[in-house]
């Protein structure tokens, strides 16, 4: 993950949409994104993977749930449920979509904050590479 | 989830008869020409069944699940022969249901340990319970086993359990079982 003030990447033009989760302020490429929801139900499948939340079902189609805090942090004990209704951003990862419980949607950073600097109060955020991060799980 | 009726083909293709039952939370599902018989039972059996001549491996998928162990009465499904006979404790049987093949969706592409084995997909079918006012409508998820990769696992980890002596659970005859 790359950690840098949101005002200030290396390729402009790409929009990033920023959350919360826990103490965490992260960003995700929007164009990775599919879409945002809130969910009221998770089927728990057994899983050997220790950051498996299970399966949710959002009009229709069915997409795997992760813990997306256990997944970064590298945690090899039990997922973090999350409490229900849960927001879930559903996003798109090199070998399909699947979803994760944020706590806060922020913004979306547009082109045109690019290149500005940025505001002292600005926080800065992580950054998603979703492919690294699917290699790592 | 109201399991029972028919999850249709958009083209009109071949239709799968399920069984449905729960297990914990979820609703799963195996082709109900492969029920050789369904029997009450204790949660607490292990070991074997003989039925029509043939031994049934009693399998508990909680063990395997992870889930805590149930104390209470649940139902027996015995699928399959021969070496893969197995006697399976599901929690209750929920009814039959008609699937259309081309809606078996593979697991979520990270499912990619064992429960490759366990599980050979899913069907999003219907919320019924929408229809009376509660439950969002979004369908629910019926999961798919296969029987087979759940004994397979079973035995590897009761095998992995088996005292030094290399004595082997009872049979489950008697008490616990009615037809």
Request: aromatic share 6%; glycine share 12%.
């Amino acid at each position: 993950m790359k950690r840098m003030a949101a005002t200030r990447r290396a390729d402009a033009g790409r929009e990033l949409l920023s959350f919360r989760l826990g103490d965490r302020l992260l960003a995700l490429p929007c164009r990775r994104v599919v879409r945002v929801a809130r969910i009221t139900s998770i089927v728990p499948l057994p899983s050997d993977l220790p950051y498996n939340l299970g399966i949710v079902v959002h009009r229709g189609v069915a997409a795997g749930l992760l813990d997306l805090a256990g997944l970064l942090d590298g945690e090899r004990g039990q997922a973090r449920a999350p409490t229900l209704p849960s927001l879930v951003i559903f996003a798109r990862f090199p070998r399909g979509v699947a979803g994760f419980p944020v706590d806060e949607l922020l913004d979306v950073e547009g082109p045109e904050t690019i290149g500005k600097a940025p505001a002292p109060e600005s926080p800065a955020f992580e950054v998603l590479d979703l492919d690294a991060l699917e290699s790592t799980g | 989830m109201t399991t029972s009726g028919t999850s249709p083909s958009r083209s009109g293709g071949p239709l799968d008869r399920l069984l449905t039952f729960r297990i914990g939370e979820v609703v799963y599902g195996v082709e109900a020409s492969a029920i050789r018989a369904s029997m009450a039972a204790s949660s607490s059996l292990r070991g074997q069944v003989p039925f029509h001549g043939e031994l049934f491996t009693l399998l508990d998928p909680r063990l395997l699940f992870d889930l805590p162990t149930l104390d209470r009465d649940c139902r027996a499904l015995l699928l399959g022969g021969g070496d893969k006979a197995v006697a399976l404790l599901v929690e209750e049987v929920l009814g039959e249901l008609e699937v259309a093949r081309e809606r078996v969706q593979s697991l979520p592409w990270h499912f990619g340990g064992r429960e490759q084995l366990w599980f050979r997909g899913l069907v999003v079918v219907e919320d019924r319970a929408a229809e009376n006012g509660w439950g969002d409508g979004d369908g629910e998820a019926l999961v798919l086993l296969r029987p087979a990769g759940l004994l397979a696992s079973y035995r590897a980890l009761l095998a992995s359990r088996r005292p030094a002596n290399g004595a082997s659970e009872p049979y489950a005859l008697g008490g616990g079982w009615e037809p």
